[in-house]
Nanobody, 124 residues
Framework: QVQLVASGGGLVQAGDSLRLSCAAA?????????GAWFRQAPKKEHEFVAA????????LYAEFAQGRFAISRDDAKSTMYLQIDNLKPEDTAVYFC????????????????WGRGTQVTVSS
């Protein structure tokens, strides 16, 4: 079982950038797992943001995330990242990371292992 710890969120101003991190806890690794980021804004459903395949050769983005978001991974550190540039108030949400050994894509139920989430709040 893989435990994930998401971090890097915070209160920022519109136009700022953030890099969210998702690390495997307790010395575990997810080197052979695909990973993804989802977000949940207040009073809204979880929303797919981006995914990366097991070795980082393929990435997938939600339409709103293309151009401002970048997903990446560093398997030597067992860490996955989400770079968000030019943050907007509508990006305010709790961001969750997830990984799975068998699934790569935008479907939330495809991922078995989840982090607790990190809050991103963007003020205008």
């Amino acid at each position: 079982q893989v435990q994930l710890v998401a971090s890097g969120g915070g209160l920022v101003q519109a136009g700022d950038s953030l890099r969210l991190s998702c690390a495997a806890a307790s010395g575990r690794t997810f080197n052979s797992y695909a990973g993804a980021w989802f977000r949940q804004a207040p009073k809204k459903e979880h929303e797919f943001v981006a995914a990366i395949n097991w070795n980082g050769t393929f990435t997938l983005y939600a339409e709103f995330a293309q151009g401002r978001f970048a997903i990446s991974r560093d398997d030597a550190k067992s860490t996955m990242y989400l770079q968000i540039d030019n943050l907007k108030p509508e990006d305010t949400a709790v961001y969750f990371c997830a990984v799975d050994v068998n699934y790569y894509g935008p479907i939330i139920t495809g991922y078995d292992y989840w982090g607790r989430g990190t809050q991103v709040t963007v003020s205008s």
